[in-house]
């Protein structure tokens, strides 16, 4: 789900800390990509139709393939560096909203089940697509092809999206690419949505700065990650009858969750029981995230292992994949391959921000990024 509203918000009150980028716009930047969701939407979307989808001669499903191969050769012929961020453990706050989208699922096989026998095709298709869960041999077989192809990919040890947020803010890459608005959060600097749509609409790239972000909403870092906890995500339950213009407009009066829970009407909004939004907000702040990554490479492919893999193994085309290795091998050869630390800084958020006309009784500092639990990663 990510933060529930904040792209309509973002668009009504901060329309400027959006851009509108091509895949160009990022030729020799290093870029690191949420794997999960990406995969998730390769599997929704690559060669599905209605519950057919792309499988190989023992009936395994090969959409996260064809879409992981395609789209990471489109990344790199337009120069781009990528880097796959997969998911650890989930924390433990997430776990509501895992078994929240795992009733959704077994609700979705029922309608489906309900559809195919009334013959509802564009039913069948939509509950079948809601039906799909991302299980551990994706995620390998796509780590597996990616070390393939040359890219490097780092395995978190809990949310890609903080993960990657990190590497952002230390200056090991220039972005990061996910669909989840949780990555601002997380302080992501710079944010890039749609860059791995995978359907033909050529959707074009949204890039979003938190710092832009910031200062169009008159907002703190550590309010805005208090107004994304009161519109809603992944870690907790929300207050019925407050939506992403409401919270703004009580967290721009009142600052802190704190202050605004000891100011609204308790009658006509409900407050959860036991409300966790203070460990949230440490999640937020301090994530679970490593800072003991290695030095990032982009490598040429392994031809003979790339064909064992996706042709004798998944049954692709073998013309085609040989033409996708050689469009990796064009790109390696035309795109100077450069140090990363020597054209992105590390990030920390200003101390202030000065909100006109905005009065408060005392001075609310903003978050300075701060490493929470050190955990040694490896590369894969």
Not at 2 to 23: F, S, Y
Not at 46 to 74: A, D, P, Y
């Given at each position: 789900?990510?933060?529930?509203?904040?792209?309509?918000?973002?668009?009504?009150?901060?329309?400027?800390?959006?851009?509108?980028?091509?895949?160009?716009?990022?030729?020799?930047?290093?870029?690191?990509?949420?794997?999960?969701?990406?995969?998730?939407?390769?599997?929704?979307?690559?060669?599905?139709?209605?519950?057919?989808?792309?499988?190989?001669?023992?009936?395994?499903?090969?959409?996260?393939?064809?879409?992981?191969?395609?789209?990471?050769?489109?990344?790199?012929?337009?120069?781009?560096?990528?880097?796959?961020?997969f998911d650890g453990q989930p924390p433990p706050l997430k776990r509501e909203e895992l078994l929240r989208r795992s009733s959704m699922r077994k609700d979705a096989e029922r309608d489906l089940y309900t559809a195919i026998e009334d013959g509802d095709q564009e039913?069948?298709?939509?509950?079948?697509?809601?039906?799909?869960?991302?299980?551990?041999?994706?995620?390998?077989?796509?780590?597996?092809?990616?070390?393939?192809?040359?890219?490097?990919?780092?395995?978190?040890?809990?949310?890609?999206?903080?993960?990657?947020?990190?590497?952002?803010?230390?200056?090991?890459?220039?972005?990061?690419?996910?669909?989840?608005?949780?990555?601002?959060?997380?302080?992501?600097?710079?944010?890039?949505?749609?860059?791995?749509?995978?359907?033909?609409?050529?959707?074009?790239?949204?890039?979003?700065?938190?710092?832009?972000?910031?200062?169009?909403?008159?907002?703190?870092?550590?309010?805005?990650?208090?107004?994304?906890?009161?519109?809603?995500?992944?870690?907790?339950?929300?207050?019925?009858?407050?939506?992403?213009?409401?919270?703004?407009?009580?967290?721009?009066?009142?600052?802190?969750?704190?202050?605004?829970?000891?100011?609204?009407?308790?009658?006509?909004?409900?407050?959860?029981?036991?409300?966790?939004?203070?460990?949230?907000?440490?999640?937020?702040?301090?994530?679970?995230?490593?800072?003991?990554?290695?030095?990032?490479?982009?490598?040429?492919?392994?031809?003979?292992?790339?064909?064992?893999?996706?042709?004798?193994?998944?049954?692709?085309?073998?013309?085609?994949?040989?033409?996708?290795?050689?469009?990796?091998?064009?790109?390696?050869?035309?795109?100077?391959?450069?140090?990363?630390?020597?054209?992105?800084?590390?990030?920390?958020?200003?101390?202030?921000?000065?909100?006109?006309?905005?009065?408060?009784?005392?001075?609310?500092?903003?978050?300075?990024?701060?490493?929470?639990?050190?955990?040694?990663?490896?590369?894969?």
């Open positions: 789900m990510g933060i529930k509203g904040l792209t309509k918000l973002l668009a009504e009150h901060a329309p400027r800390a959006a851009m509108r980028r091509t895949m160009e716009d990022y030729a020799g930047r290093e870029i690191a990509i949420d794997a999960s969701l990406c995969i998730y939407q390769f599997l929704i979307v690559v060669g599905r139709r209605g519950v057919e989808t792309l499988t190989n001669e023992s009936g395994e499903v090969t959409s996260h393939l064809v879409g992981m191969f395609n789209r990471t050769i489109r990344l790199l012929e337009a120069g781009m560096k990528p880097v796959y961020v039913a069948t298709e939509k509950f079948s697509k809601r039906t799909v869960k991302v299980g551990t041999k994706q995620y390998e077989e796509c780590k597996r092809l990616l070390k393939l192809m040359g890219v490097p990919i780092i395995q978190a040890p809990s949310e890609a999206e903080a993960q990657c947020a990190a590497l952002c803010m230390s200056g090991k890459v220039y972005a990061v690419a996910s669909e989840d608005m949780d990555s601002l959060t997380f302080g992501t600097p710079r944010f890039l949505r749609h860059l791995m749509d995978p359907t033909s609409k050529k959707i074009p790239i949204t890039e979003f700065e938190i710092s832009k972000v910031l200062e169009e909403l008159q907002l703190t870092m550590d309010e805005f990650i208090d107004l994304c906890i009161l519109c809603g995500c992944d870690y907790c339950g929300t207050i019925k009858g407050i939506g992403g213009q409401t919270a703004l407009k009580l967290i721009r009066k009142h600052g802190f969750l704190e202050n605004v829970l000891e100011n609204i009407n308790r009658e006509r909004y409900k407050v959860p029981e036991d409300w966790p939004y203070q460990e949230v907000r440490r999640l937020f702040k301090e994530p679970m995230v490593s800072y003991e990554v290695s030095d990032l490479s982009w490598t040429c492919p392994n031809e003979e292992a790339l064909l064992e893999f996706l042709v004798h193994e998944n049954n692709f085309n073998h013309d085609r994949v040989l033409k996708g290795i050689g469009k990796i091998e064009a790109a390696l050869n035309k795109h100077t391959l450069r140090s990363p630390s020597s054209s992105i800084s590390p990030v920390n958020f200003p101390s202030k921000i000065v909100k006109p006309k905005v009065l408060r009784s005392k001075t609310i500092a903003a978050a300075v990024f701060r490493p929470g639990v050190h955990i040694q990663m490896r590369m894969l």
